[in-house]
């Protein structure tokens, strides 16, 4: 991956898709796991990317990292402990989930998954165990909790776009949250001139982006309308043909724990001129990883009465 700081949604493309492979080569051998797991008890299915790093001195490190017996354990167990209870939840092993192009091998991608219930208010415990050579590693997270959203709240009826105010985003955050992205998502139809329906279609407004909440444990945060529908007359292709008419809007919420923010802080980009970043993990035994929580809920289909189809600034988009 080119960027190693992701929003925490994007996080879940990165765990699934890369591995860490950053070892001097003039070590002694050592067998090194590099586990990723960003958990998330609203989700349907969990993962967790096990990758092995490897050394080499007879053949470029190009060309090993494209060779995918180099980059997968052959005999692993991966599990993860529920710490109150002491349940075990099996990960099994995934070829589903497809590995983008690039320096390392993609024709096989091997993660672990679970479909298995999580719940939010318990602590977990990935443990990583080689098979044949016995090495194991483990870590811990607690589990970020869902936030209350305030306005909009999960009774609105409907959602107003108002050019002459600004809308607010209002949610109570969550326990074991430390850093939070949020965003709005416009749903929209389109008619040709004939009124004959054509699709649907989408477009996403960032509200927040790795913003910490500090202390008040609310965010109550003002939007300027104006600057919206600026932002939808520049992600919005003008189609002279087409007439456009806003029916819903939708509403997400992250929420990451502190260890996703450590690891986040620890490897944003350098403003000095010291460069070297420290390692950081919370895999045991020299092994290399992060597992850390997230939680996302949506309030979805809120319908939008806007005010914003005679604006002037989005009248070459023809909503009606």
Known sequence: MSK????????LILLTTSCKNELDLNAPYKEIMVVYGLLDANDSVHYIKVNRAFTTENQSAYEIAKITDSLYYDSIKVE?????????????????????????????????TSSEKLKNTYTYKATVTN?????????????VRDPLPV???YTSSYY???TAKQFQLIFNTAINAEIYDASMM??????????????????????????????SGKFNVKYDVKSYLNYLVDHIPVKADIERVAKTVSFHYWGANNEYLTY????????????????????????FGLLA?????????IPLVEQFRNSPITQKLNFR
Do not use: C
């Open 4 to 11: 190693i700081i992701l929003g925490i949604f994007s996080f």
């Open 80 to 112: 993860l402990t529920e710490v109150e209870t002491g349940k075990i939840i099996v990960f099994n092993k995934d070829y589903s989930v497809e590995k983008d192009s690039g320096i390392f091998a993609n024709t096989t991608n091997i993660v672990y």
């Open 131 to 143: 098979l044949i050579s016995g090495n194991q590693t483990s870590a811990t997270t607690n589990m």
């Open 151 to 153: 306005s909009p709240s």
């Open 160 to 162: 107003t776009l108002d």
């Open 186 to 215: 416009l749903f929209w139809e389109e008619y040709d001139k004939n009124n004959v329906f054509m699709r649907r279609d989408s477009l996403s407004y960032p509200l927040l982006t790795g913003i910490e909440p500090g202390t």
């Open 264 to 287: 986040k802080n620890i490897y944003a980009p350098s403003t000095t001129l010291v460069q070297k970043k420290p390692e950081y993990t919370n895999f045991s035994n020299g092994n």
């Open 293 to 301: 929580s997230r939680n996302h809920i949506s309030l979805s289909n």
